[in-house]
């Protein structure tokens, strides 16, 4: 198929980001693949063409090199450009807080500039509900009000879409998507491509999947007093490829309309760390030991999305459910004991 676009994806070797580009690729666009590897391989690109036969262009490099930015906007003609690139590790932001800044914050910011001189000004950016902070009142829409978040991560997001905002009612030029997303497990139903974290995940899945195949003893399940049905945490898991259709469609909405538009990526329903634990040992057939223990320091107790507003101005929702999210998980995870290593 022709290339319909070219469509730059930062970060686009690490988990979200590769899922995104495969789904660019089949539906007909163009990829450019932006990562400096910090938190990735690029070996899953070559996966991405074993599973669609198709490959994207892979420019290895940072966001906050300036000249980079710039040779790679000289060289291929980007239209539009999703923006994944950045760290997300909520403990090490807080032991690191420049290095998060640095990345996420200046990083997006050096990027903006780019795209600006080189006349690109469509962009989706990954952020995530942990802007909306500790909200009493669930499902959570788009007009819920941003909160202070407890962390040096979250805050670099929620300064990232201050910055966009600004963008978008300074120069009219500017077209953009926040896209706020809940929780992204699971991975494409091929087995090629998943998360593949560095060292201990902090997230509950992945660790949950690492107990399964023997790498980590035992779940720790941080609370089991908070005010829902079951006393664990309450989150939105959201499948990744869900999410990636959800990317496609947003860089076809603001294709078509200018300014600043902010869209939740969830699934709409909320499920508990023991709901998700009972699913997982349905979906692999393992029993996960586990010990409940203290709350994490800086945890909510419950996140779910109103996804109202992408399903009205984007007409999408998410598909797949929670056994999808945990089979897929699961064989992402059986089939790769070492992720891309
Ligand atoms: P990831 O670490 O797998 O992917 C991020 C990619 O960005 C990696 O490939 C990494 O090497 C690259 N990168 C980091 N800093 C860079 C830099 N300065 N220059 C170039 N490349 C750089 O993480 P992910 O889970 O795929 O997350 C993608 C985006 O979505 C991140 O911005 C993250 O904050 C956001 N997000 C993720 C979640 C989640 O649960 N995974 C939730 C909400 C938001
Ligand atoms: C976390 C981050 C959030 C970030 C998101 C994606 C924190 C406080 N929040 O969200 O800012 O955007 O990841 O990177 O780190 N759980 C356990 N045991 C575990 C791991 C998690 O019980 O080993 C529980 C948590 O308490 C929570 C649920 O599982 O109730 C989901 O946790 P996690 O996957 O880390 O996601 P969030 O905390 O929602």
Redesign the pocket.
Known sequence: MKETSLVLVTGGAGYIGSHITLSLLEAGHGVVVFDNLSNSSAESISRIEKICGKKPHFVMGDIRDKQALSNLFNRYHIDSVIHCAGL????ESVKDPLTYFSNNLVGSVTLLEAMARANIFRLVFSS???VYGDSPNMPVNEKHPTAA???P??RS?LMVEDVLRDLATSDQRWSIATAR?????GAHSSGLIGEAPNGI?????P??SQVAIGKLKK?????GD?PTPDG????DYIHVMDLAQGHLKALHAISLKNGLNIWNFGSGKGY??LE?LDAFENASGKKIPYDIVA??????PK?WANTDKARQELGWRAEKNLNDMMIDTWRWQKNNPTGYN
């Not at 997300?88 to 403990?91: D, E, Q, S, W």
């Not at 995940?201 to 899945?205: D, E, G, I, R, S």
């Not at 709350?295 to 909510?300: E, M, S, T």
């Open positions: 997300k590790a909520v403990g995530s509900a942990t978040p407890t962390n991560y979250g997001k997303y809940f929780n992204p497990i995940p902090n997230n509950l899945v660790y949950i779940l720790q399940i941080f609370g908070y664990t945490g309450v989150r508990s760390v998700l709350r994490r320091a800086g945890d909510i996140c």
